[in-house]
């Protein structure tokens, strides 16, 4: 067995189901380089164990291996490169160093290259939705689930061939029947989740409406679902702009307010204006000023983008 392994593909799931194979039942030490350093993980990896036992580290996040950006602020990513190839040309064979990356590895990489030629790469590639559907249907049947073929792809195709997504909705169908183990159309359709594009809809009103809990649920759903939080702190800025537009037209009829907005609905404005309530001037002018430094942090690689709308979800719903 080797001591090293990376692992990289789009799903956290896939990504498990790896590690499992190589741990197997043995306890193992997790570390995510999203919050501690890659000298951190190489020193626990590197200390020999009194019994001469094998221990096993699971290393998730380990970007350093994808495509990466440098950044002035930050250590450079060749240092970290270089720390981590030290280790790698003379790694403790005690240890089985299992790294994660969710996405694909930089091959140009010497990390990459090295990992490849002495250790073991692990890529495990997407799966298409037919393979989806054999996977779904033994993970069904090892449980004694019964589903028809017509019902397992309504949630393949509801859930956009996105597996982590997939498993959840399973998990959710098990909690509801519980004890029962014939899994119905009917009953499918009420019980999965509502397309992405309604999704992100729906957590911007949970977000406006300042409701925390539901709002971090639906934010980890729609991360599992790979959604860009750009793309949905762009979405908010939108409905704080329109909302702090609306309540500094008060003075003016229904109909031009909504074309201005561009809206086509009333529903559009009633929703806005009941909004524009809940918020002052100058709570909607600090949360644009907010969002704008989030984006130039970002861009500048001083904050991840979904530790900013984490950021921007708490300070709208405090």
Same mark, same amino acid.
């Given at each position: 067995?080797?001591?090293? !392994?990376?692992?990289? &593909? ?42 001469? /036992? ?27 490169? &270089? ?24 091959? #140009? ?27 779904? *249907? ?45 899994? #119905? ?28 809990? /539901?709002?971090?649920?639906? !934010? ?18 939108? /409905?704080?702009? *329109? ?41 909607? /002018? ?31 719903? #405090?």
């Amino acid at each position: 067995m080797q001591n090293i !392994y990376l692992i990289s &593909s789009n799903s956290i799931h896939l990504i498990e189901d790896e590690i499992k194979k190589i741990v197997k039942d043995n306890p193992y030490t997790t570390f995510d380089l999203n919050n501690v350093l890659i000298d951190d993980v190489l020193e626990e990896a590197s200390y020999f164990s009194l019994f001469d /036992e094998i221990k096993y580290i699971v290393c998730k996040n380990a970007n350093i291996f994808g495509s990466s950006k440098k950044n002035s602020s930050e250590e450079s990513t060749s240092k970290k490169d &270089s720390r981590l190839i030290k280790y790698l040309e003379d790694s403790n064979p005690n240890t089985v160093l299992i790294f994660t990356i969710n996405g694909k590895v930089d091959s #140009k990489k010497k990390i990459v290259k090295t990992i490849k030629d002495r250790y073991e790469l692990i890529e495990i590639p997407d799966l298409k939705p037919k393979e989806m559907f054999n996977k779904i *249907n033994e993970l069904l049947k090892k449980d004694n689930y019964k589903i028809d073929s017509d019902t397992l792809y309504y949630i393949i195709n509801n859930s956009l061939n996105n597996y982590d997504l997939i498993i959840n909705e399973i998990d959710k169908i098990k909690l509801y029947y519980q004890d029962k183990k014939e899994i #119905k159309y009917d009953d499918v359709i009420n019980i999965v989740s509502k397309n992405l594009e309604d999704n992100n809809f729906k957590f911007i009103e949970v977000v406006m409406n300042k409701n925390i809990k /539901e709002a971090f649920k639906m !934010y980890d759903d729609l991360m599992v679902q790979k959604v860009e939080p750009i793309m949905l702190m762009v979405m908010i800025a939108k /409905e704080i702009r *329109n909302t702090l537009l609306t309540k500094m037209m008060s003075n003016r009829s229904r109909s031009e307010i909504m074309k201005i907005l561009g809206y086509n609905y009333d529903f559009q404005l009633d929703k806005v204006i009941n909004y524009t309530r809940m918020y002052t001037v100058k709570e909607l /002018e600090d949360y644009l000023v907010l969002i704008s430094d989030f984006d130039y942090k970002i861009k500048r690689g001083k904050i991840t983008n979904k530790l900013a709308l984490q950021m921007l979800i708490l300070q709208i719903c #405090k």
